[in-house]
């Protein structure tokens, strides 16, 4: 079964300052991994997505993350956070089917951040 | 390119009660999911829809609860005799067949929040 750990639950930073979330999966194929960001009682809101060729992937807003095979992660980063950054993030898997994606995600636990001032 | 819609935004109702959730997904997006969020949570999936045909339901999904997609386009989730325990928002994404850029991706509407009192 697939499966999606991230292992913060919280992380709070300065704004200015670098910012990686982690995300670790589980899933018997190659993957689609997907980042979102959900602002307080909204919808999800897509960041950058990963199915095939350049590990590394740029998203909307200055965030990128790289795809590690070997590590089964996907880790999401951003060079400098901005106040307006603050928001739960959540990273999902989905079968990858030569490249395209059908049926559910699943997705982790989520990761809220906050940024201080 | 209008995006998800999703009506109510929130839904107040006593337990026993039943209520409908309604989903218009972007246009021409073959695909529909229902997912289900609970507070800390990420999205659960619930069921998924490809035109009008229901292709993959949770064991989540228990028979008090019935999604249709009757014309291929919106979808409706109901959730008959609610339980405290079905408080959560429920989101609802389409994805379309083709577009080598989108391909796979999922697009989230806002939600609809329902609290069983």
């Known amino acids: 079964a697939q499966s999606v750990t991230q292992p913060d639950i919280h992380i709070t930073v300065s704004e200015g300052a670098s910012l990686e979330l982690r995300c670790n999966y589980s899933y018997g194929a190659t993957p689609y991994l997907f980042w979102y960001v959900q602002s307080p009682g909204q919808g999800l809101q897509l960041l950058l997505k990963y199915f095939s060729g350049d590990t590394l992937v740029q998203g909307i807003k200055g965030f990128e993350a790289e795809f590690k095979r070997s590590q089964s992660s996907f880790n999401l980063r951003k060079p400098s956070v901005h106040w307006s950054d603050a928001a739960e993030y959540f990273c999902?898997?989905?079968?990858?089917?030569?490249?395209?994606?059908?049926?559910?995600?699943?997705f982790g636990q989520g990761t809220i951040l906050t940024v201080h001032p | 390119d209008t995006g998800v819609s999703q009506d109510p935004r929130h839904k107040i109702t006593k337990r026993g009660q039943n209520v409908t959730f309604r989903c218009d997904p972007i246009s021409e997006h073959n695909r529909l999911y229902w997912y289900r969020q609970t507070l800390g949570q990420g999205p659960e999936f619930l069921t998924y829809?490809?035109?009008?045909?229901?292709?993959?339901k949770s064991r989540l999904l228990s028979d008090r609860f019935s999604a249709e997609r009757p014309k291929g386009s919106f979808s409706t989730l109901e959730i008959q005799r609610t339980e405290q325990g079905d408080s959560a928002m429920y989101l609802c994404?389409?994805?379309?067949?083709?577009?080598?850029?989108?391909?796979?991706?999922?697009?989230f509407g806002p939600g609809t929040r329902l609290t069983v009192l």
């Open positions: 994404a389409s994805s379309p067949l083709r577009g080598a850029l989108s391909l796979g991706t999922q697009y």
């Open positions: 829809f490809q035109n009008e045909a229901q292709l993959e």
């Open positions: 999902a898997v989905g079968p990858n089917a030569g490249g395209t994606s059908y049926g559910k995600l699943t």
